[in-house]
Nanobody, 129 residues
Framework: QVQLVESGGGLVQAGGSLRLSCVAS????????MGWFRQAPGTEREFVVA????????TYADSVKGRFTISRDNAKNTVYLQMNSLKPEDTAVYYC??????????????????????WGQGTQVTVSS
């Protein structure tokens, strides 16, 4: 089992930055891909970014490419999401997730919400204009 706890959300002005963290429990963190998803009110949960179990590969949604950066520290069982140049449309609850398969690969796999079965409780990010 993997338990995930996000932190780092908050209120920021447009153009500002936030860094989200997600700490995982369990011994399989380093063998699982990790993703960040977000959900705004009245919308479906959408893919933001993911990183492979080794940290060697990342894949980003077009809407955040060049502004967001994902990284992981397997020694600390933590994945990070650095968000720069934030826009009001980035406002959402952000969730981190761990893949159900270990040693998975492929950007299409990581972009699929169905590839994840471990989810955090979410952290609110609000960007004011």
């Amino acid at each position: 089992q993997v338990q995930l706890v996000e932190s780092g959300g908050g209120l920021v002005q447009a153009g500002g930055s936030l860094r989200l963290s997600c700490v995982a429990s369990g011994r399989t963190f380093s063998s699982r891909g990790m993703g960040w998803f977000r959900q705004a009110p009245g919308t479906e949960r959408e893919f933001v970014v993911a990183i492979s179990w080794s940290g060697g590969r990342t894949t980003y949604a077009d809407s955040v490419k060049g502004r967001f950066t994902i990284s992981r520290d397997n020694a600390k069982n933590t994945v990070y999401l650095q968000m720069n140049s934030l826009k009001p449309e980035d406002t959402a609850v952000y969730y981190c997730a761990a893949t159900k398969d270990i040693y998975s690969s492929g950007s299409s796999y990581y972009r699929d919400l169905g590839s994840y079965n471990y989810w955090g409780q979410g952290t609110q990010v609000t960007v004011s204009s």
